[in-house]
């Protein structure tokens, strides 16, 4: 009677042999069903965290530890990852990095302690496949905020705190995908073959329905302002298909940080550009009074509920959208110059990652290779611990990958041709048959996965492990 003998030992089968939590945690997460009103005729059926999508924004204090209860009402296993941080790999939310995942109709416990302050993120991180209603297509996501230990790395005075998720619902597969990461990043491409692949592209993901937080535009409460008021923005992609970009007319953009971290250069910009996985915190001086949209520059993306209204205080019209200048987006602008030769790292250990695409046709999805392989692959990057190494990020493909490793920083050393430094981030957006050379400190005992942030190039191949021991 092994069931009964488990009962007896204090373990309700409500846990699905899970240890039944004991005291109540700082953070309970439920995975259920919800439903998200973008608009009075666009509601849409998926799944979230605590009853919407996205999820509640969570605040946690650096170095305090935290306690996190995951309840799961699914039918199917779950993970909840938490993008950005610095933690172990049991609890950092990965099947690939051996973390326990939720079950099905079952819950676990997380304990953790959050390192470093920041705007985080928090998401499912399971396969999609061919399922548009699973993984990173739902609406299991929301923000994580890291509070800083000590006060004194403030962005500054601000009159007003607002968080954006960049997000795209109803997904479909498509042979007519379009993107338009070429508009944003013109850049040099000394990663395309001198022969190209000219066999037919498999399926890709696209959407026509779009949101900031759970509303459409023109839907729901619009940012209220005051002349001369600085409102610190908050933005995420948090789509699971494609890079995105964000302007507002009339007003500048000064970005403070990327995923989170301060940049060397604070800089003004008419337009942010982030791939899935990114954050951007850029304070916006209200000092050109109107009723304005905040919004995606392509008209269809825009219309299609890509946006949301910032309303001046006594203006009352209808909402404007101008359309802008060049968004050339360009992460250098935000480094500084990177020392003397002597210390450019080119004495480090390098990992050499070489990405291609396979186009499939009908097959019906492409898959990807990394140095040649589709995963697993876990042997190739192993890491010694204590040891800086250099990574090669070689984009051999016609797409601009948003490119994640788990539980490390890195840095940014050369991007688009240019040598920077001092720019630190967890996802890098590399142009098609671009490049993008980062350093990282390996640091993190055990598995950590790197993959691309598109949910169906990661589940089709394109990603990896990195083993540091
Ligand atoms: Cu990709």
Redesign the pocket.
Known sequence: MAGLGALGAGVSPLFHGQQQPAGAADITLTIAPVTVDLAPDRVISTVGYNGTAPGPILRMKEGVPVTVDVINNTDVPEQVHWHGLLIPADVDGADEEGTPPVPAHGRRRYRFTPTPAGTRWYHTHTMAMNDLHRGSFTGQFGFLVVEPAQRGQDPGQYDQEVFLALRDWEPYFTSMFMDTDDLYQRTPTPEKPAVLDTRPNGLEVGAAVYSINDKALGHGEPIRVKPGQRVLMHLLNASAIENRAIALPGHQFHVLSLDGNPVPTPAAVDQIFLGPGERVDAFVEMNSPGVWILGAPEDDIRNGGLGIVVEYENQRRQPEWVKGGKGAWDYTVFGRTPAPATTNGAELPVIDMRFEKVPRGAAPFNSFLVNGKMYPHEQEFVLKAGTRYRVIFRNRTD?A?PLHLHRHIFELKEMYGKPTAGIMKDTVVVPSYGRATVELLANQPGPSLFH?H?QH?MDYG?KALFHTA
Do not use: A, M
Request: with cysteine; proline share 0%; glycine share 0%.
């Open positions: 797409d990958h691309c598109i190039h394109f």
